[in-house]
């Protein structure tokens, strides 16, 4: 069974920083583009930021210029560092491995949460 395991999460004041790791298998991470998203409570999961095999980002809007995303291909482990966050941050991270083409696959972590309050 396929597992990702997060940690990083917690509670941060705005302004604040935090940095989530997810760390897997190597024959998955070797394999997968993979990426961090989140849910914030009521609303659908969006999102956030994702990185492919050869270290093309993409971020959401609301992440630019705040979130960087990095993976360790060494460590078989992705990083969200997170700077100046904001209450509508507020949400459980997902980090996800992905595979589309003649094998296909969505691993999903189990989730951590990140809230933004004073």
């Known amino acids: 069974q396929v597992q990702l395991v997060e940690s990083g999460g917690g509670l941060v004041q705005p302004g604040g920083s935090l940095r989530l790791s997810c760390a897997t298998s190597r024959s998955i991470f070797s394999s997968s583009a993979v990426g961090w998203y989140r849910q914030a409570p009521g609303k659908q999961r969006e999102s956030v930021a994702t990185i492919s095999r050869d270290g093309s980002t993409n971020y959401a809007d609301s992440a630019k210029g705040r979130f960087t995303i990095s993976r360790d291909n060494a460590k078989n482990t992705m990083y969200l560092q997170m700077n100046s966050l904001k209450p509508e941050d507020t949400a459980v991270y997902y980090c996800?491995?992905?595979?589309?083409?003649?094998?296909?696959?969505?691993?999903w972590g189990q989730g951590t949460q990140v809230t933004v309050s004073s």
């Open positions: 996800n491995a992905r595979r589309r083409g003649f094998v296909n696959y969505d691993y």
